[in-house]
């Protein structure tokens, strides 16, 4: 009988989605697992897709995506981040923020190719390095103090010949770290020095409690440095469901994305794109909106989890997460199986995160305070009783 690839099935199922395809089967849990706010996409970009039907915008675009929503994209950075982008050759829109790391990866990594990413992260990353047929390198990043870092001696002793990329997260899924402004030109420089592609996954630029907008490694790196920018409508946006998100990028990989886009998806939804581009130039008040229920979703559950003995939970910066560490703790998919079937609420275990994760259990706040209060309070008696 013809079997499946074998380097198909050396992909790991995401642990994240196998106890949240539990949770799918249960009534009434409380979702925290998902990287998503409970918030409906706002009214102004569903009415921006339903114009952009009534004229005519069902089919396919350039593989790179509409012009206009490239313009719309250069734009934002200019405004946001003080850095001019070119929209003909330096933007790719993508299918998601998941495309844009896939496409970007499919375009840099051989067979038996070694890529370095910062963990605990959000498993794709390291999963779609493997579907490359290359060999993810996970370098954790250590808590020092009450702040994550960033293991420069681990990453040098990690490079080898085969060494191409490094990737990381700001702000982080799942950690809500945000690197300085001092380590991203760390990381550039390290990447500069090794001859690597550095991948900056951003996708959560926006959602930052110290300012409108994380700085972008944009905002240091040249146009001719091998940089490469992830990003997403996602979360800022939420639009989780519309699967839109773009990447910037060094003109020859931009290209050769372009190129490999029409073999992945020919191209965005349309719609979608249209939807986006009133996004970006809308979407302010909104998303400063969304972010003042988000500090004050962090600071509940921030002061609930404080008062629960044997965690350890680092303040974040950005993003929507906690990561609390559960003194002990060596299991934690079974921990969080086990606290959704006593207690009907769905964490992401840590596991899932790669190296580094394990012990610790990610909580999205990105709920009302509704789902949020009852949440903690049974996360706490769980933790006593455990």
């Not at 921030?302 to 609390?324: C, E, H, K, M, S």
């Amino acid at each position: 009988m013809p079997k499946l690839a074998a380097s198909a099935l050396a992909i790991p199922h995401s642990r994240i989605r196998e106890l949240a395809e539990v949770a799918m089967t249960m009534d009434g849990v409380l979702k925290l697992y998902f990287g998503e706010s409970n918030i409906p996409t706002p009214a102004y970009i569903k009415q921006a897709a339903s114009q952009a039907m009534a004229d005519g915008f069902t089919f396919y675009t350039s593989n790179a995506g509409l012009l206009s929503t490239r313009q719309a994209l250069a734009d934002y950075y200019e405004r946001m981040q003080a850095v001019t982008i070119d929209p003909h050759s330096e933007i790719v829109v993508t299918a998601s923020g998941v495309q844009a790391l896939n496409v970007a990866i499919r375009c840099l990594l051989d067979p038996g190719d070694e890529g370095i990413v910062l963990t605990p992260a959000w498993p794709n990353g390291s999963s779609i390095i493997a579907m490359a047929n290359a060999k993810p390198v996970e370098i954790a990043q250590p808590l020092i103090g009450d702040r994550y870092g960033i293991d420069f001696e681990q990453l040098e002793r990690s490079v080898t010949p085969r060494t191409k990329l490094l990737i990381y997260t700001s702000p982080s899924n799942p950690l809500g770290w945000v690197a300085t402004v001092e380590e991203q030109q760390q990381l550039l420089d390290f990447a500069r020095r090794h001859k690597l592609w550095l991948l900056a996954d951003e996708v959560y630029e926006r959602l930052w409690y110290h300012g409108t907008a994380v700085p972008s490694i944009l905002k240091l790196a040249t146009r001719e440095d091998a940089v490469i920018v992830a990003q997403s409508f996602s979360k800022s946006y939420c639009m989780t469901g519309w699967r839109l998100g773009w990447l910037v990028a060094r003109k020859d990989l931009a290209a050769r994305a372009t190129q490999l886009n029409e073999f992945i998806i020919s191209c965005a939804p349309s719609i979608a794109q249209r939807a986006g581009e009133t996004a970006l130039s809308q979407g302010e008040d909104a998303v400063a909106a969304l972010m003042a229920q988000l500090k004050i979703n962090r600071d509940f559950c921030q002061q609930a989890l404080a008062a629960i003995p044997g965690l350890t939970v680092p303040r974040p910066d950005g993003a929507f997460y906690l990561f609390p560490k559960v003194e002990g703790l060596t299991d934690s998919f079974d921990f969080c199986k086990r606290f959704l079937m006593e207690h009907k609420v769905g964490l992401a275990p840590g596991v899932a995160f790669g190296n580094g994760g394990e012990g610790s259990v990610r909580i999205s706040y990105a709920s009302e305070l509704s789902i949020l209060e009852p949440a903690m309070e049974r996360f706490g008696k769980f933790v006593r009783a455990n």
